[in-house]
């Protein structure tokens, strides 16, 4: 059994590290796909990032992964070592993503405990084929990089007297710019230095290079040179030269592909991705971690909120309280804070789609990323990925115009969708932003008209509310989507996902500039708003957001129906009450309605209202889940320990619907 | 890792034929020592909205949430108000911890394995159910509870039709 579950935990951290080291990877080949594979390193990168998922799939015995990464690991062997090789870029780059998609089903397959396992033959069969395709290809006469090739030096002396020696130096070198790369000479400075003449009678001329020529035929291309007296050619070991400033400031200069700015600063952010000092723990031992700080702020108030300490004169008592209790919230807020980890991953994996869409649909989209750092809680990411995504797909696929609209209007050709997120107190703000058409206001009025779903006159209406009507089930499916200017499918989705981790979405959009979508979440799940409600001698917690409104009746504001069903009008509408201590089955001397309170909850777009003796408090709770005994609770999401130690239950309001 | 697991097996060595025993009424009750994790006194209880009656709720064992379980109420005897010397048995049994309350606890004693024997049939006795095997110790009798069968699944069942 230990076995097994070692098992388990080999398993687990496989597929946590694959996944990571797959996005790692897509985003170093996105990145370097926009500078046209200007950077070198890239192939290091991935290099090293393959070698890695080839070693710890063999070792799980996924043979499979592990033979899919060897050839590409291959490729990017034989790109190393043949540094300035142009090569199909763009194919390239294609065979990585398939890669990279075979791997994360595969993955996805495992965790799932699907042991039906993919068959990378075709995909290896490809990248041998690239492969070959490489080794054939002639070598590039003109590497664009500057790379280490074979270091050679070279030692010219001219037939004494031949003058202008400097002149033919400088021809020599112009000579070798055909052949070879990273050249530096001494003297360094030939036309403008009247001395250089006289340092290389005196001394020789000496050039040091790379090239990819063996040594004979570069010794037969530089004997041709004129009046050469002698020349000593050989190939020097790697560590004499030292790749300097101006060598790969000549590189630069030689690179013949324009380098978009970005591209400058990716590498930097690349490598403090990589090189960020992080260890990968275990949730459930965060969780330990949070429980016993939570109990330690309970035993601190015991301590020094002891009744046995009352009416004594203690002031150094007190002030070492202060002391404690200053650290123990330091504590919490840093254990709280362990559980945050910034959305900059999530956020990059969206360079993929916006790439995929952009090509599927020919349009010109570019990503824009603010905010990446803002931190959210770990459970709250995992949750947020698939609601942004089909909130950019729609922003790309509706929002954005294609290039010839665009360029009518006086946009920019390429279109822009930004991605941000920030702070706003206990809240994170997800805004996804495009620069397209925007949405159009009379249609959705239109559409929701048709449907039915205006229930005020349209005059009160305002742009905001408007534009929620999108969000509705059935609003989007109507056959006209695609004309209709924007957003639609499974926006309901969108909204009840967002919603079921405790947040909220709304728009903002205007016509021909563009639209706003920003999605509101706590920042974590772990805390919560709370009131905290009393029924008999209990205390229960309901979430805060759940909760409409709550207020006082009197009892003429209450109907009862020949079934005993108690109903309540509130501006026109009639709502159903339940009676938590009826249903909780608890007993308490609050029974009559006018005397507790009433709390209005929504679902859906259906309104109950709740039932409770009174409300006591509103703090924010850590909320822990019920013991697993007890599985699914009708009515309870879930507990959490009051500052005084006594567990409160929470209230899941959605179930009194059903 | 061949360490851990010798490790392991050295513990169990030493918590085997160890037995934890209570009183309940006229009985002395024994529980394997290897399930139990630790003893606390009776402390706040926070009742569960339609759950069985013999289990009286949840408590907060240092910021652990537990479910207690009356076993009285679970022995269908004659419940009885808790006071200083009730005791809740904490065990841990296939990755479910959970609490058990009984009047007190005696003592911790070790049974050789021959002292064991197998519990009568009688027939579906309700008493018997929780019973897995009778242990003789100088001429008095201790009854070894089935920690498995005290939570078992098709009480769980009972659990779900909540509210």
């Known amino acids: 059994m230990s076995i097994n579950s070692s098992d388990d935990k080999y398993r687990e951290m496989f597929i946590f590290e694959t996944m990571e080291l797959a996005g790692q990877l897509e985003q170093i080949i996105l990145n370097s796909e926009k500078s046209n594979g200007a950077d070198p390193q890239f192939i290091d990168e991935i290099f090293r990032i393959m070698h890695t998922i080839k070693g710890s799939s063999s070792m799980m015995f996924y043979k499979h992964i592990a033979l899919l990464t060897h050839s590409v690991e291959d490729v990017f062997f034989y790109l190393r070592e043949e540094k300035g090789k142009a090569f199909d870029y763009a ?37 041998q084929l690239f492969l070959q395709q490489l080794q054939n290809d002639p070598p590039a006469g003109q590497g664009e990089m500057g790379a280490e090739l074979n270091p050679y030096e070279a030692v010219f002396t001219f037939v004494d007297g031949c003058e202008m020696e400097n002149i033919r130096a400088f021809g020599i070198i112009h000579k070798l710019k055909d052949k070879a790369e990273n050249i530096r000479h001494f003297p360094e400075e030939l036309i403008d230095d009247e001395n250089s003449s006289e340092i290389i009678r005196r001394e020789g001329f000496t050039i040091l290079f790379h090239s990819e020529e063996p040594l004979e035929s570069l010794y037969d291309f530089l004997q041709e040179t004129l009046f050469t007296k002698s020349l000593t050619l050989s190939r020097r070991e790697k560590a004499v030269i030292s790749l300097e400033e101006p060598l790969t400031d000549l590189a630069v200069k030689t690179s013949e592909t324009p380098e978009i700015p970005e591209t400058q600063l990716q590498p930097d952010s690349q490598k403090s991705m990589s090189k960020q000092s992080i260890i990968s723990v275990n949730v459930a031992k965060l969780d330990r971690l949070m429980d016993l700080v939570g109990e330690m702020v309970i035993a601190e108030a015991m301590v020094t909120q002891n009744p046995e300490l009352a009416n004594l004169e203690l002031d150094s008592f007190h002030k070492a309280a202060r002391q404690l209790k200053k650290i123990t919230n330091e504590l919490q807020d840093m254990v709280m804070s362990i559980r945050m980890v910034e959305i900059s991953t999530t956020f990059h994996k969206f360079n993929r789609i916006v790439r995929d869409m952009s090509r599927q649909l020919n349009k010109g989209v570019q990503l824009r990323i603010v905010g990446e750092e803002t931190e959210v809680d770990k459970n709250i990411i995992d949750r947020i990925s698939d609601p942004l995504m089909h909130l950019i797909r729609n922003a790309i696929d509706h929002g954005l115009e294609h290039a010839e609209q665009r360029k009518e209007q006086g946009k920019a050709e390429i279109g822009t969708i930004t991605l941000e997120a920030k702070n706003a107190g206990s809240e994170v703000w997800i805004t996804v932003r495009d620069d397209g058409k925007g949405l159009d206001k009379q249609k959705i009025l239109q559409r929701a008209r048709d449907n039915g779903l205006i229930i005020r006159p349209e005059s009160e209406l305002s742009d905001r509310e408007i534009y929620a009507f999108i969000f509705y089930a059935g609003f989007s499916t109507n056959e006209q989507v695609t004309e209709y200017s924007g957003r639609g499918v499974g926006m309901d989705v969108v909204l009840k996902n967002i919603e079921a981790l405790g947040g909220a979405v709304s728009v903002d959009s205007v016509q021909g500039k563009g639209t706003d979508i920003i999605i509101k979440i706590p920042l974590t799940l772990a805390i919560i708003d709370g009131l905290t409600i009393r029924i008999g001698d209990l205390k229960y917690t309901v979430p805060a957001t759940s909760i409409k409104q709550s207020f006082r009746i009197t009892p003429a504001d209450v109907i009862v129906d020949p079934d005993n069903n108690e109903m309540i009008v509130v501006r026109g509408q009639c709502h159903p009450i339940i009676r938590l201590h009826e249903r909780f089955k608890v007993p308490t001397k609050v029974t009559k309605l006018h005397e507790g309170i009433i709390m209005m909850v929504e679902n859906d777009g259906h309104i109950i209202c709740l039932f409770a003796d009174e409300l006591i408090d509103k703090q924010q709770v850590v909320v822990k889940t019920l013991p697993s005994y007890f599985k699914k609770m009708n009515g309870i999401a879930g507990c959490t320990i009051l500052g005084d130690g006594s567990i409160s239950l929470i209230l899941h309001t959605s179930d009194f619907f059903s | 890792m061949s360490e851990a697991k010798s490790e ?150 009972e659990l779900e039709p909540l509210l």
């Open chain 2, 8 to 157: 392991v097996f050295e513990e169990e060595d030493t918590l085997q034929g160890k037995f934890l025993t209570f009183p309940l009424g006229a009985e002395d009750y024994g529980i394997e020592i290897k399930f139990v994790t630790e003893i606390v006194g009776i402390q706040a209880i926070t009742p569960i909205p339609s759950i069985p009656e013999y289990i009286k709720g949840i408590i907060n064992l240092r910021g652990k949430i537990i479910p207690v379980m009356d076993v009285r109420l679970r022995f269908k005897k004659e419940p009885r108000a808790y006071n200083d010397r009730t005791c809740i048995i904490v065990i841990d049994i296939k990755e479910v911890t959970i609490g058990l309350i009984v009047d007190s606890v005696s003592e911790v004693i070790s049974i050789p394995d021959e002292n064991i024997i197998e519990p009568p049939y009688v027939n579906k006795n309700v008493h018997n159910k929780f019973i897995e095997s009778i242990a003789k110790i100088n001429h008095a009798v201790k009854l070894i509870l089935d920690c498995d069968k005290l939570l078992n699944e098709e009480d769980l069942e």
């Open chain 1, 91 to 127: 194919r390239l780059t294609d065979l990585v993503l398939e890669v990279i998609d075979f791997i994360k089903v595969e993955i996805t397959k495992l965790q799932a405990g699907d042991d039906r396992i993919g068959d990378p033959s075709i995909l290896i069969q490809e990248i």
